[in-house]
Every structure is written in C-alpha cells, then in structure tokens.
C-alpha cells in the first residue's frame, strides 16, 4: 500500500523551533535550505542539508524527527525507525512520533510491533490524514494477525470519515469482499446441504444473471421449506430479470405469479407488492396499479420508491395535484431521486405552474448529469423507477 506523506509529519516536526548551539551559523544554512525543500517536495535536498545539520547538531529531537519524516517519504523505514529512536529518546514529548514509528514498521510487515502504534494514531489523532493514514495500515495489519472482524469495523469507520477517498474505497471494498468470501466458505463447509448454503447460492446465481440454476436453487429450498419467506420474492426477481432481457410474457406472468405467492406467505412483504404495481403499470392497468401502490404507502409510508411510482400512475390518470402530495413527500426522503424531480415538474406542467415547472426540470437535469453509471437492476433491492421517454415534463 502506498501511502501519501505530504508533509504531515515532516512540517509538524518544522514548526518546532530548536536551538542552534554549536557551529550556529552553518548550523542554520543547513536548516534553512532544509526546510526551503522540503517545503517544495525536493526531498532529496532536504535529506542531504537535514543529514548535515544532525552531523552538527546531533542532539535535538526534531531534527531526528523530521529526518525520519523524509525516510519514510523515501521508503527508507528502517531509517526511519532508527530515527524515531533517536528522537524519542532526546525529547519524548514530540508529537505523533508514535504514529509515524508504527506506519513504519507496518510498511514492513512488523505487525506486531506497527498495531498498537497505528490502533493509537487511527483512534486518538486529531490530524485527519495522520488518522487515515494510520487506517489504512490497520487494513493490511488485521488482516495479516488473523482479525478479520476488526478489518471489517475499521472499514466502515473509514468508509464514514471518507466516504469520497478512491484509496479509502479501494481498500475496504477489498476488505469486505474477502471478509464475504471467507464467511460463505465456512458456511459452505459447515452446512453443506442447508436451506442458507442454497439461498447463498441461489442468491449468487442471480447476482450473475445465471437464471436456470438461480430457478432451479430456489425451487430446491421451497421443496425443503415451502412457506419460507423471502424465496418466491428472489424467484420473481428472477424472472423479472429474465423478463427485461428477453422480452418474453410467460417470464412476466411468472415473476407476477411468485410475488403473488410471496403474499401469501408473508402479507407483509411490500416489496413484493410494490414488484406487483410496477409490473400492472407496465401493462396499463392503472386502477389495480394505483391501489397496490396506495395500499404500500399506508403501510410503508417511509417506502420512497413506491411514492414515486404512485405519483406516476397519479400523472397517467390526469390527476396532478395527487400527484405532486405523494412525489413531494418522495423528495423529503430522497432530495436526489432525480425521476421524482421529472415526474413533479410533469405535475406542475398540468396544474399550470410554469415557474415551479423549470425549477423542477432544472433540478431533474442537474441530478441526471451528476448521477453515476446505473447499476444493474439485480443488485437492487426493488425495481427502480424509470422515466417515461413518451412524457414531456
């Protein structure tokens, strides 16, 4: 893992003045030039002029400090280590000197040694850099000593103090991949033939757009569990799924079948019904539609997909004022639901309201254009809505 020093300890180390006692004069040339380069990034120079001023002053601390600094920039860690040494020992108070000795020895695999160093950084530092620094090297450490529960902690920590970091994301994104791996694995050779090593499976079918063997894996489980909850959902899904890149009927009909079958299992599973009211709208029935989707909304009033699509079926029956209630209510939960925003500025178009209308469609094209790549609808936990390309907002 490469990790990025940018001056964090090295100007630290900077800002403490020390003083010049023998040979002051080329004493401070030397620190001058120092700090000039590093300063610039010339860590080469900085090296060679701060080499030379510990040569003459070798007794203060912060010239030892920030000498390992440099190391440490230059991949050098076992000078840096040593360097630290001498530092802590001439002055203990210095600052993150700890942090920096355990980065250190972690870039050397000294896991034993780096942990409880980088575990102080990651969790006591103000400085946010020397934090995420310190995180990251957590990453490759717990993993190493077989701790792969702390891993996964010290991830979504990350993932929360940097949720935009392409470093941060890399990292834990590995961290949680393996961690799901490992865990399957077990589950796989623990219980071979159990209803969750199937789901497992028939899950990772599904994921893989593998739709034979994820019909035939859910099949499996409702012949060991019949009424187990959860499975004629996944297996409507599927056909869903099928449904959308073949654009065969008989698919439809039996995803609607298997939501349907869902609900008698378990009344409760909105998600099934909201499945059901997008596949009636979709074949224009907007009446059934509409009292699937009203009757999700008053049980799940906090269900924001089902408010946009209850707003749309409201557009299609030529009742805009509905309409805008329900998708404005949608925007509270989800400010950046961008089809919420094009279906209110479509019901602000009905109602007449011109200015509330290309406000709408401002903030639809706005959200549109920031918005990422789309990913596939399987790995969604419901159908999300889509824009209608025949309607004009």
């Keep these: ?32 030039a120092g700090q000039k380069a590093m300063a610039s990034g010339q860590y080469a120079e900085a090296r060679q002029n701060f080499e030379q001023l510990a040569k003459l002053e070798p007794n203060i601390a912060e010239v030892h400090a920030t000498l390992a600094a440099i190391y440490f920039k230059q991949r050098e860690y076992e000078r840096t280590i040593r360097e630290v040494r001498t530092a802590q020992k001439l002055k203990p108070s210095l600052p993150r000197l700890d942090s920096l000795l355990g980065l250190a020895f972690a870039e050397l695999d000294q896991f034993d040694e780096a942990l409880p160093l980088v575990e102080k950084g990651f969790h006591q530092t103000a400085d946010s850099e020397v934090r995420r620094m310190c995180g990251l090297q957590l990453l490759r450490a717990y993993p190493a000593l077989r701790r792969d529960s702390d891993a996964v902690e010290t991830s979504l920590t990350l993932n929360k103090l940097y949720p935009n970091d392409p470093e941060v994301l890399y990292h834990t994104g590995r961290i949680y991949g393996i961690f799901a791996y490992t865990v399957m694995t077990k589950l796989k050779d623990t219980a071979p033939g159990s209803i969750w090593t199937l789901q497992a499976q028939g899950e990772l079918h599904e994921a893989q757009n593998d739709y034979e063997e994820a019909i035939v894996t859910f099949n499996h489980i409702l012949e060991l569990d019949p009424r187990r909850p959860g499975i004629h959902y996944r297996l409507g899904r599927v056909y869903l799924s099928r449904f959308r890149e073949h654009q065969k009927s ?41 009292e699937l989707y009203e009757e999700i909304v008053e049980r799940f009033p906090d269900f924001e997909e089902a408010l946009v699509g209850l707003g749309g079926v409201y557009l299609d029956g030529h009742k805009p004022a509905q309409a805008l209630a329900v998708l404005e209510r949608a925007i509270k939960l989800n400010p950046k639901d961008d089809v919420a925003w094009y279906r209110i500025a479509r019901a602000d178009r009905a109602t007449g309201n011109k200015e509330a209308q290309l406000k709408a ?9 920031a918005k990422p790549q789309h990913k596939p609808v399987a790995d969604e936990e419901v159908t999300p809505q889509h824009i209608d390309p025949t309607a004009q907002p």
């Design 250 to 290: 008989e698919d439809r009909e039996a995803a609607q079948r298997e939501f349907m079958a869902e609900l008698t299992t378990d009344p409760r599973n909105g998600n099934a019904k909201y499945e059901l009211a997008n596949i009636q709208t979709d074949l224009g029935n907007l009446a059934e539609a509409t």
């Design 361 to 369: 469609l401002a903030t639809f094209q706005e959200l549109s254009k």
């Design 1 to 32: 893992m490469r990790l990025a020093l940018a001056l964090v300890f090295g100007s630290i180390f900077l800002q403490h003045a020390w003083a010049l006692q023998d040979n002051q004069e080329e004493a401070a040339r030397y620190a001058e």
